[in-house]
């Protein structure tokens, strides 16, 4: 291998080229960055290249002093496979040894930078810069690193960075839906301001069980600030410990507790937003905005009853989908001015419609557009209130209305992660795959962790750029994360076939017929509302090939209809 660090050096793995100072990897001409404990698993990898390192070893190596879920190696090794454009079937890269854990197949070989007779700056390996450009990068600020450290000199930014991690349940009851709902509210509101970098939720609640410093996990997740903090509830009161972090200097900047005794929660929010964005003001050059928290509403009950659905809304199952439903009407019920819950009950609809849990998706679509108009008349400050119109007018086939429905989410709040990989969707059924990969960037960027809809979203748009092999990782990496997934079993069988890889199709297909028993296949290929006749033509036969009487009459269906 070298005597080269791995650690400080660029390194190349069978023609893919690894940056670990810059968190980078670029194949075919694309340039993705990846999270630090997806670099820190390559590096141990790539240390023992050839060698089975077993998964106990990774873990007390990239996760050391931590205690993680069981899924904490297999999920970084699914992503950093796909980043690598792996296939796990036919490994190029990472092999999995079954019972023994990963062995990376290549050898790593010291990048070597493109040559160049051009004479250096100051003497070192590079291209000499010109007067005028010299003086461009130090207006932009490329000669940082002759200024003090953070740790030094406080850094005043365009934007701060901050995350705030999971509450701590200190009721001693089963409140996790509560705890996660109430943080994520928190997350939300934060997010709204446009000074504020702030790690997406479904990021955060994958450092629940990591037990790490403060200056750790402040440069894993890419921060500087951490918020801190536990919940206790008992009936209609609740208290909130908050303590604010600088993880830099390991200084806390603020604690404080919130108290609230009326079951007011939008004054307990307040409180809380206000205190962290008065902690964040003076690190900002541009200042921070200071706005009205939106107001979900005063009734803890059906904020309560809000907080359940919202837990079962996101598991992607006929079952979830219906208890989500009733806990968002029981919220309307409780409260007709919660414009959340019209929203959250109009986003189950359209789940129905377009994952074939329903024998009527265009009723389904109708009611869902109902609903979402109810909460646009309540609190049309909603970014969820466009999210779910985007996703209704995608399906309805008005990309231009789904797209700018999208677009005024991210407005309302720059960090809404889903919005971008929404606009993704829509770009991808709107027939412009390049501008829609660039828009889930920027959803990752917001969220790294993802989540098995981002990895259908990737796996679609490269369905219809025809790269198969890593549509197939994407579809395989939602299953990973999600083994319900409908919509996504179907598309890695489409792939699978234009592959050649036939039994391996059917074997999909089979098995998205047995866990969805009750699943209208012809209502669910219903919602592919894509404006490319080439890209259903290619996905249709490719069905048509595996000659599955499931499908015969959802074919035929789609061949009448119009996207």
Do not use: C
Request: overall charge negative.
């Amino acid at each position: 291998m070298g005597s080269f660090s791995l650690e400080k050096n660029k390194f190349v793995l069978a023609g893919v080229e690894v940056d670990p100072t810059t968190l980078r990897v670029r194949r075919d001409d694309q340039v993705a960055r990846i999270e630090p404990r997806m670099m820190q698993v390559l590096l141990v990898l790539a240390g023992q290249a050839g060698e089975v390192v077993p998964r106990e070893a990774l873990e007390r190596q990239v996760w050391t002093g931590r205690v993680v879920s069981d899924d904490a190696v297999t999920n970084t090794i699914a992503k950093l496979r796909h980043a690598l454009g792996d296939d796990r079937r036919r490994p190029r890269f990472i092999e999995t040894i079954p019972k023994r854990g990963y062995r990376l197949i290549p050898e790593p070989v010291r990048y070597a930078e493109p040559s160049s007779n051009k004479l250096s700056l100051f003497g070192l390996t590079g291209w000499l810069v010109p007067a005028a450009a010299l003086v461009l990068a130090i207006g932009l600020g490329l000669f940082a690193w002759l200024l003090p450290s953070e740790e030094q000199m406080p850094a005043r930014t365009a934007k701060v960075s901050i995350a705030v991690l999971p509450l701590i349940d200190k009721s001693g009851q089963n409140n996790s839906y509560f705890i996660d709902g109430f943080t994520q509210d928190i997350i939300e509101e934060l997010g709204r301001q446009q000074q504020v970098s702030v790690v997406a939720p479904a990021t955060i609640f994958g450092y629940r069980e990591v037990l790490a410093s403060d200056r750790s996990l402040g440069e894993e997740l890419g921060v500087r600030f951490l918020v801190r903090g536990e919940l206790s509830r008992s009936g209609e009161e609740m208290r909130v410990n908050l303590r604010m972090i600088d993880t830099n200097s390991g200084r806390e900047l603020w604690a404080q507790r919130f108290t609230d005794s009326n079951s007011q929660l939008l004054t307990i929010k307040e409180q809380i937003i206000g205190s962290i964005l008065s902690g964040l003001q003076q690190y900002s050059t541009a200042g921070l905005t200071r706005f009205d928290v939106n107001k979900a509403t005063d009734s803890l009950l059906a904020y309560d009853e809000f907080l359940r659905g919202r837990r079962y809304s996101g598991r992607l199952t006929p079952e979830d989908n219906a208890a989500a439903m009733h806990h968002f009407e029981q919220a309307i019920a409780l409260d007709p001015q919660f414009a959340r819950a019209y929203a959250a009950l109009a986003l189950t609809w359209t789940r129905r419609a377009i994952d074939g849990w329903t024998e009527s998706p265009e009723q389904a679509l109708i009611e869902a557009a109902k609903l979402a108009s109810q909460a646009a008349e309540i609190d049309p400050d909603q970014p969820q209130v466009h999210f779910v119109r985007g996703q209704i007018a995608l399906f309805y086939g008005d990309h231009a209305a789904a797209i700018s429905a999208a677009m005024k989410a991210t407005r309302i709040n720059p960090n809404y992660a889903d919005a971008y990989g929404l606009l993704a969707w829509i770009l991808h059924y709107g027939g412009r795959p390049r501008l829609a990969e660039k828009a889930l960037q920027d959803a990752l960027s917001r969220n790294p962790a993802s989540n098995a809809s981002y990895n259908q979203i990737a796996g679609e748009i490269q369905f219809a750029t025809h790269r198969y092999h890593e549509a197939v990782g994407s579809f395989e990496a939602a299953l990973e994360r999600n083994p319900t997934h409908t919509r996504a079993r179907l598309w890695l069988a489409a792939s699978l076939v234009l592959l050649g890889r036939y039994d391996e199709a059917a074997w999909e297909i089979d098995e998205m017929l047995t866990t969805n028993p009750d699943l209208h296949s012809t209502n669910l290929l219903f919602a592919f509302p894509h404006k490319d006749p080439e890209v259903v033509d290619t996905f249709k036969k490719a069905l048509l090939q595996l000659d599955l009487p499931q499908l015969s009459e959802a074919i035929n269906a789609m061949a009448a209809a119009e996207f």
